[in-house]
Structure formats: structure tokens, C-alpha cells
């Protein structure tokens, strides 16, 4: 949003105009007339929610949190009455920041540095272009390019993945002789956009909103999710989205035969990163403990429920093997150096997802109180709208649903509102809530078309070897593979992994 360190007049008074009208919605939002069943707490945590969304649209993503947590901690002992906190701030404050999504999610990217300085990312990236099927062609190169994409996407946050990506590409780009006007580049900046996107849906890994939408589910409906069984659904169906999509590149897009000829792998595979040092081999070999530690629980969940293991898995969690291998990085030294030095961490850090996730969650996660009314609104007046349909359309719809609204509107929204309405739908029809969850995390992250609905978009808009109507093109037809999918595929996925 707002980073740059000066701006013009007009800017500024604009960014005032707005920041007035988002903080007068959340003063003055819950003096409006609550609808039965909505408690005035409720009206006062819409408020805020509908302030911060018109403040992140238009002003800031990181400020607002702080304003949200201040107005919240005037009503957060009337949404927590039995909290053993004395005070509102303090609730509040338990409830952003204090989150364990928000110190996942911190844990997760403070990693995702340390992969980074070691070069992993940049070799898995360059082992993936160097293959032998990469040598048959530009599209066979393009494929495994964009492959690479998908699966460091999986294990890394979507818009770090693709500015890296999108790095290597230019490079390649310059490297190879491409002009910013050639039509393959932008197909490659495009597919780089759609595959760090579709990688976000497909595992929980270091991807906040997933973990943020499911975390919501699980404190409304008491049903945990399991990283494993998450991403026996995400990943079957974000893999035929994505050949699906490279199927559209291939076959229906056109390239002029110049394209064809500038490509020279042996160029590329100049690039390629030498023989892995020991810090790099180090650092992996703990990445990949936490992996396992995370991987690990839904294996002893499927084969040994009752078994003591499964017990222990289950109780530490996923958040507590992430802290102990930081602190390991931090503690072990390599060619006398610490693996991980924190305070450079900490620099490096892209610090705007965990502000922004602290808001977030404590607004989200409210809304699915019974105190503040908002559930007993939804089943009053959207569960009538879903009855006689069966489960299976009711999963596809909500699916198809969140993923054309998200495409026109933010994707945060999208999914905040589908899963706060969606958990109680489910639990009244006596569904698993977790086949709704599924269908929301999938459907409202998968936007393609414009700036708006998710921020990997806009910076395809914005790249030098992109553009907006390439990407606007595309997107539109990625919206339509991605509702048909999931339309097909989710409802008896979950339902195979999740149960009814």
C-alpha cells in the first residue's frame, strides 16, 4: 500500500479523506439499529470488520490493525464474558497478536528467510528447469519453470514466491535476448502469477489465509484440521487447476515462431547453483525435520488414532516444532557463523502479513461467537436459502461462489464471510464443517482477474514483462478451469479424507 517514504499533496489528503471514513464506519456502525438476533457487541465487531476492509482497499494494510484493537477492547468482555482476562485490551490484545495462527504463520516466514540465504529456494527452482524433459522445447521448458513455481509455492508464501520467480524470469528473459513487447514472457510472468496462486490453496504451509479461514472454522465448530489431511484435498485439486491451466497456455495460446527461436537452455544452465555448502545441507536438514513434525501427526492420525504417539503428536501441535528449529538455527554454528543470525532475520522479514493477520483474526474469529449474534443472523436468514440441496451442492456452490466473487472483491472478505456463515450450515445439516472449510480456503484464494482481489495480481499488472490485459485475458479463463474443478472434485475429496 502506502510504502513510499514521500507523496504528492493529493495523496495525502486523500489517504486522510479515507482514514476518517474508515474509523467514523467503525465509531459509528454500532449505533445503527442491530437486527435481531445481533447483539450491540456484534454491530461494533461488523463495524470494525467492514472499517478495516475499507481501510486495507483503499489506505493501509498495517495501521488499521492497531486502531481495531483499541475499539475492539471496549465490547471483547461482552464477546468473551468467561475470558480470565480484566481487561478489554488485554483480550483484545490475546486475540490478534496472541493468536498461535499469527505465531505460526511469523514462525513459518522467519524459515522461509533462512531457506533463502542458504540459496534452497533458487536450487530447487533451477533443478526443476535443468531437467532432461526441459531440453525438448520452449514449452516443455515453460512447464517445468512454472512446475517449480508450484511446488516452492507450496512451503512458501505466495507473493514472496512470485517476485522470486518472477526474478529468475527476467533474468532469462534479458539473458535470452526477449523484447518486453514478445508474447512468450508474458505468458511466462502470467503462469508464474497463476501457479504461485493455485500453490497457496494447495497446502497450509506458510500460507496465512488457509491457516486463518480453517482457524476460524475450528473455533466456531470445536473440529481441528490436520496439515496432512488438508493437503490430500489441496493438492490433487490444485494439480489438475494447474495442468488444466498450462493445457490453456499451450493449446490456445499462440506464440510467434521468433519466440521459439530465441531460447537457448544452455544459457540457463550456466545460472545453475554449484554443489550445496554445509550451512545449506544444515539448514535443510532442520527445515525437513519440521516438515516431517508437521507431516507426521496426520499419518499416526490415520493408521494409529488411540496410540500414545499420535496422542503426543497431537499436543504439541504444529507451532511448537517451527520455534524449536528456529531457535536451533539460531544456536548452531557453521563455518563459525550462526546458521540463522535473527536480528537479520528480522530485517528481511516481511512483516505486513503478520500485522495484517492480527486484525484480521481478531474480527474474524469473533464473528463466529455466538455472543455477538452474527451466527444465529446467518442460520436465521442463509441456511432457509440452502434447503432440500444436497451436501455435495451445497460444497460445490459455496466453492463456485467464493471463487467468482473473490475475482471482483478482496479475497480476505470473501473468505471470512463464507466461513462464518458456511460452519454453522454445515453443523445444522449435520455435515463435517471441515468439507465447507475445504471449500472455502480453495475458492476464495483462487483469484486470477484483477488488482483488487489478491495482491499477486496486481504486481503481474505492474510487471514491465507483463500487463494487465494479458493477465485480465487469462484470468478469465483461469476463473472458469478453477470453478469447474472444484465444482467436480471438491465434495467427494474432502468427503474421502474427512468423512462425512
Known amino acids: 500500500m502506502n510504502e513510499a517514504t514521500s507523496a504528492s499533496p493529493n495523496k495525502i489528503q486523500q489517504t486522510y479523506f479515507f482514514s476518517v471514513i474508515g474509523i467514523a464506519i467503525m465509531l459509528l456502525f454500532p449505533l445503527l439499529p442491530a437486527p435481531e438476533p445481533i447483539t450491540p457487541a456484534g454491530m461494533t465487531v461488523i463495524g470494525l470488520f467492514i472499517g478495516l476492509v475499507f481501510l486495507w482497499s483503499l489506505v493501509d494494510l498495517l495501521w488499521p490493525t492497531f486502531i481495531a484493537i483499541v475499539l475492539f477492547g471496549t465490547v471483547a468482555q461482552d464477546v468473551f464474558p468467561d475470558s480470565f482476562q480484566n481487561r478489554g485490551i488485554y483480550e483484545a490484545g490475546m486475540q490478534s497478536f496472541g493468536n498461535w495462527i499469527v505465531l505460526f ?57 512470485q517476485i522470486f520467480m518472477l526474478g529468475i524470469a527476467y533474468e532469462i528473459f534479458e539473458d535470452l535476448g526477449y523484447d518486453k513487447s514478445d508474447h512468450w514472457p508474458r505468458i511466462v510472468v502470467v503462469g508464474v502469477t497463476f501457479s504461485a496462486i493455485i500453490s497457496f490453496v494447495m497446502t497450509p504451509i506458510s500460507h496465512p489465509l488457509p491457516i486463518l479461514f480453517l482457524g476460524i472454522m475450528q473455533d466456531i465448530s470445536g473440529v481441528p484440521v490436520n496439515l496432512l489431511l488438508y493437503m490430500l484435498v489441496g493438492v490433487p485439486v490444485g494439480l489438475v487447476i494447474f495442468l488444466l491451466m498450462f493445457a490453456w497456455f499451450r493449446y490456445f495460446v499462440k506464440l510467434d515462431p521468433q519466440q521459439f527461436e530465441k531460447f537457448d537452455l ?94 484480521v483474526i481478531m474480527v474474524a474469529g469473533c464473528m463466529g461467537e455466538r455472543t455477538t449474534g452474527i451466527p444465529g443472523f446467518m442460520e436465521v436468514n442463509f441456511i432457509p436459502l440452502l434447503e432440500g440441496l444436497s451436501p455435495f451442492a451445497v460444497v460445490a456452490g459455496i466453492a463456485v461462489l467464493c471463487c467468482l466473487i473473490t475475482n471482483i472483491a478482496n479475497n480476505v472478505a470473501v473468505g471470512i464471510i463464507f466461513i462464518v456463515a458456511g460452519t454453522p450450515l454445515a453443523l445444522s445439516m449435520g455435515m463435517n464443517p471441515i468439507l465447507i472449510g475445504m471449500a472455502v480456503c480453495i475458492g476464495a484464494n483462487l483469484a486470477y482477474t484483477i488488482p483488487p482481489s489478491f495482491v499477486p495480481v496486481g504486481i503481474a499488472y505492474a510487471s514491465p514483462w507483463g500487463g494487465g490485459a494479458v493477465t485480465f485475458r487469462n484470468g478469465l479463463a483461469m476463473t472458469a478451469i478453477s470453478c469447474i474443478v472444484m465444482a467436480v472434485l471438491l465434495y467427494p475429496l474432502s468427503l474421502l479424507v474427512f468423512g462425512r
Open 105 to 161: 504463520v511469523l514462525g513459518c516466514l522467519i524459515l522461509t528467510v533462512a531457506l533463502h540465504k542458504v540459496g534452497t529456494i533458487r536450487r530447487i527452482a533451477f533443478w526443476f528447469m535443468t531437467r532432461e524433459f526441459a531440453k525438448r522445447g520452449l514449452w516443455a521448458f515453460t512447464f517445468m519453470f512454472l512446475l517449480a513455481t508450484l511446488v516452492v509455492g507450496c512451503f512458501v508464501d505466495v507473493t514472496p514466491v
Open 266 to 359: 544452455a544459457a540457463i544452465e550456466a545460472k545453475r547453483p554449484g554443489p550445496m555448502d554445509s550451512r545449506e545441507r544444515a539448514t535443510n536438514i532442520i527445515c525437513l525435520i519440521v516438515l516431517a513434525a508437521w507431516i507426521v501427526p496426520g499419518f499416526t492420525l490415520l493408521v494409529a488414532p488411540d496410540s500414545g504417539i499420535n496422542a503426543l503428536m497431537q499436543q504439541i501441535g504444529i507451532t511448537a516444532p517451527l520455534f524449536v528449529a528456529i531457535s536451533a538455527l539460531a544456536l548452531l554454528y557453521v563455518d563459525e557463523r550462526p546458521l540463522l543470525n535473527l536480528k537479520e532475520a528480522f530485517a528481511d522479514l516481511e512483516w505486513t502479513p503478520v500485522v495484517f493477520l492480527a486484525s
